[in-house]
């Protein structure tokens, strides 16, 4: 199960990075990654704004707030390409 989400994690990150390129050549920048915040507010607009609201309720400290807008600015891909890495040497299987 956990090469199977390291495939699909990898898949992900894989696509991302053509679709980050498509846009990129399109405007004649030089390549950059999408941030997170940016591809959640891209596939459902509605959950991202309602998501700051309840952040804003449940943080009492104040130290949610910024963790979370660090993981919103990051690159999107080098999550999913993390992620996949990290299932995948979840899924290494142990020699005896």
Same mark, same amino acid.
Request: aromatic share 14%.
């Given at each position: 199960?956990?090469?199977?989400?390291?495939?699909?994690?990898?898949?992900?990150?894989?696509?991302?990075?053509?679709?980050?390129?498509?846009? %990129?050549?399109?405007?004649?920048?030089?390549?950059?990654?999408?941030?997170?915040?940016?591809?959640?507010?891209?596939?459902?607009?509605?959950?991202?704004?309602?998501?700051?609201? %309840?952040?804003?309720?449940?943080?009492?400290?104040?130290?949610?707030?910024?963790?979370?807008?660090?993981?919103?600015? %990051?690159?999107?891909?080098?999550?999913?390409?993390?992620?996949?890495?990290?299932?995948?040497?979840?899924?290494?299987?142990?020699?005896?």
């Amino acid at each position: 199960m956990s090469k199977l989400m390291a495939v699909l994690f990898f898949g992900a990150a894989a696509v991302r990075v053509w679709f980050d390129w498509q846009a %990129t050549i399109s405007q004649a920048d030089p390549f950059r990654f999408a941030q997170t915040g940016a591809v959640w507010a891209e596939i459902h607009a509605a959950s991202f704004e309602a998501f700051q609201p %309840t952040m804003e309720q449940n943080n009492e400290l104040g130290i949610l707030d910024s963790a979370i807008s660090q993981v919103l600015m %990051t690159p999107l891909a080098p999550i999913l390409f993390g992620l996949s890495l990290v299932f995948w040497f979840l899924g290494r299987r142990k020699k005896s």
